[in-house]
């Protein structure tokens, strides 16, 4: 079954709102969490480490005022989306360490900005 | 950092072949390699993975080498099925601190 949960799986938002994606972890407790962006066709792009109560890490070249991340609790990460716009259009996965270093995978988030 | 090359990028076999994908990483320290299959609009699947301690790995039909040396490991497919067209990727990691993918290889399973 699944390990990481990511939800929502499709979301349509319109150009200038947010949306909000939640990744939890499921009967683990994941202190660290990743993001990725990933293009048609294209191999996954680390966006940001996202840390249980402290800021999250981002990569260069992510604004970290446009993609919010919040990981309040050690089992759920969320990305916000802010002021989104068609560009922002793009499969977003996240993902969670187990102890032992294996990675898992949410199931990924389409958003489309209309 | 870490560079992590994958060849090749499309790869098409008939049922019942073996497909072969390689990946070479540059980080001598990397010491955890895993593969992850993905299926059209759905996150990466772990599949199989090895640890720089380990030459090979084998899961059923799917195997996975390690040459720490020539620092390249590779993904080994035997008996294809139409249900293993997907992308693979593969990736590298020191001690599950940061991953880094490979560029995806497209397989196609021809029935």
């Known amino acids: 079954g699944a390990v990481v949960s990511q939800h929502p799986s499709r979301v349509i938002c319109k150009s200038g709102t947010s949306v909000k994606i939640e990744c939890r972890s499921l009967?683990?407790?994941?202190?660290?969490m990743f993001w990725y962006r990933q293009f048609p066709k294209q191999s996954l792009m680390l966006m940001a480490t996202?840390?249980?109560?402290?800021?999250?890490?981002?990569e260069q070249g992510v604004e970290k005022d446009k993609f919010l991340i919040n990981h309040a609790s050690l089992t759920l990460s969320t990305l916000t989306v802010t002021s989104a716009h068609p560009e922002d259009s793009s499969f977003y996965i996240c993902?969670?360490?187990?102890?032992?270093?294996?990675?898992?995978f949410g199931e990924g988030s389409w958003l489309t900005v209309v | 950092g870490e560079n992590v090359e994958q060849h090749p990028s499309t790869l098409s076999v008939q049922e019942g072949d073996s497909a072969v994908i390689k990946c070479t990483y540059s980080?001598?320290?990397?010491?955890?390699f895993p593969w992850y299959k993905q299926e059209l609009g759905k996150g990466p699947q772990l599949i199989i993975d090895?640890?720089?301690?380990?030459g090979e790995k084998k899961d059923q039909r799917i195997a996975v080498t390690l040459n720490k040396t020539a620092k390249h490991f590779s993904l080994h497919i035997t008996e294809t099925q139409p249900e293993d067209s997907a992308v693979y990727f593969c990736?590298?990691?020191?001690?599950?601190?940061?991953?880094?993918f490979g560029t995806g290889t497209s397989l196609t399973v021809i029935p």
């Open positions: 990736a590298a990691s020191i001690n599950g601190n940061q991953f880094y």
């Open positions: 009967d683990f407790q994941a202190t660290t």
């Open positions: 996202s840390n249980e109560g402290s800021k999250a890490t981002y």
């Open positions: 090895i640890r720089s301690n380990v």
């Open positions: 980080d001598s320290a990397s010491n955890y």
């Open positions: 993902s969670a360490t187990l102890p032992g270093n294996t990675i898992y």
